[in-house]
């Protein structure tokens, strides 16, 4: 089980071309020996980051650095406690945090959210302009299910009143069609999943 904390940078990355940094963390190190930072992020005196000492306080790996350079939460997330985040040389961020409840994953650039997951023990609600795939290969595109429903029920509707010319003028509505079409109608409820919304 990964074992993160938080830390100042008391030694920048750019002090030293090995691309570490040295570190401070109340109980852990006053300040330790050079520290490898994940992805060569450059970090500078004073940043806060968050530090994997899995492997023991001896072999920390800087994960990357709270990208407004404090441990609350973002303006674009809920107030809550940050458990991990990290933001690499291109300004794209991701945050795990518990706010409540709920335990939150977002992901963005610079000031901007683009994708957030937020899990509790009722839902898991995915916000997102970007493309969401389900499965090992998501080929197919997803409906909207209010909106196929209603579709259908004006197909139903056009049938039943469907007329066709005869030698004896227009025909009448099928016999048997109001009876089947309202079974058909009364079974269009189940199309709709109880677990899952679209937007």
């Given at each position: 089980m990964a074992r993160i904390v938080r830390a100042n940078v008391v030694q920048g990355s750019s002090s030293n071309d090995l691309h570490k940094v040295t570190l401070t963390s109340p109980g852990l190190w006053e300040e330790s020996e050079l520290c490898p930072v994940?992805?060569?992020?450059?970090?500078?005196?004073?940043?806060?980051?968050?530090?994997?000492?899995?492997?023991?306080?001896?072999?920390?790996?800087?994960?990357?650095?709270?990208?407004?350079?404090?441990?609350?939460t973002h303006s674009t997330l809920?107030?809550?406690?940050?458990?991990?985040?990290?933001?690499d040389a291109d300004g794209n961020w991701t945050v795990l945090a518990a706010v409540g409840n709920k335990t939150l994953l977002e992901i963005g650039k610079g000031d901007s959210s683009t994708t957030s997951i937020a899990v509790d023990n009722e839902s898991v609600k995915v916000t997102t302009s970007k493309l969401i795939e389900l499965g090992t290969d998501g080929s197919e595109k997803a409906v909207l299910g209010e909106t196929l429903k209603a579709e259908l029920?004006?197909?139903?509707?056009?049938?039943?009143?469907?007329?066709?010319p005869t030698a004896f003028g227009p025909s009448g509505t099928p016999i048997n069609g109001p009876t089947t079409f309202a079974q058909i109608r009364g079974q269009l409820d189940q199309i709709l999943s109880k677990l899952n919304k679209l937007q």
């Open positions: 994940a992805n060569n992020i450059p970090l500078n005196e004073g940043d806060l980051v968050y530090v994997d000492i899995s492997d023991g306080i001896q072999s920390p790996m800087v994960l990357g650095r709270a990208r407004d350079n404090n441990f609350e809920e107030k809550g406690n940050i458990i991990y985040e990290i933001v029920e004006k197909i139903l509707q056009g049938i039943e009143a469907l007329t066709v």
